[in-house]
Nanobody, 126 residues
């Protein structure tokens, strides 16, 4: 079991930056460092969508086309943390952002992730 808690959301003007963090605690079995981690977002009235992912060792990352060049995912395995640095934010980035954990790699679908946090709200004003 892995418990995930996000933080760092808030209100920011277009063009600004935010850094989201996800704190993980593994209650049994596989250690956090053995999970690939992803960030997803869900805007009002829309389906949850993939934003970024990072492999267990941190050497592989993947991004949605809509955030490439603006967002950066990273992880600190020693601290059980995953971050999402978001720069050049746009109003269309407004959503609830959630982190999730999975085994393996190259997974972008919601059903492919086993554990989820409760989410943190990001609002970008124009």
């Amino acid at each position: 079991q892995v418990q995930l808690v996000e933080s760092g959301g808030g209100l920011v003007q277009a063009g600004g930056s935010l850094r989201l963090s996800c704190a993980a605690s593994a209650t049994s079995g596989r250690r956090f460092s053995r999970y690939s981690m992803g960030w997803f977002r869900q805007a009002p009235g829309k389906e949850r969508e993939f934003v970024a992912a990072i492999a267990w060792g941190g050497g592989l990352t993947d991004y949605a086309d809509s955030v490439k060049g603006r967002f950066t995912i990273s992880r600190e395995n020693a601290k059980n943390l995953v971050h999402l640095q978001m720069n050049s934010l746009k109003p269309e980035d407004t959503a609830v952002y959630s982190c999730a954990a999975t085994t393996g790699w190259d997974k972008k679908r919601v059903y492919e992730y086993d554990y989820w946090g409760q989410g943190t709200q990001v609002t970008v004003s124009s």
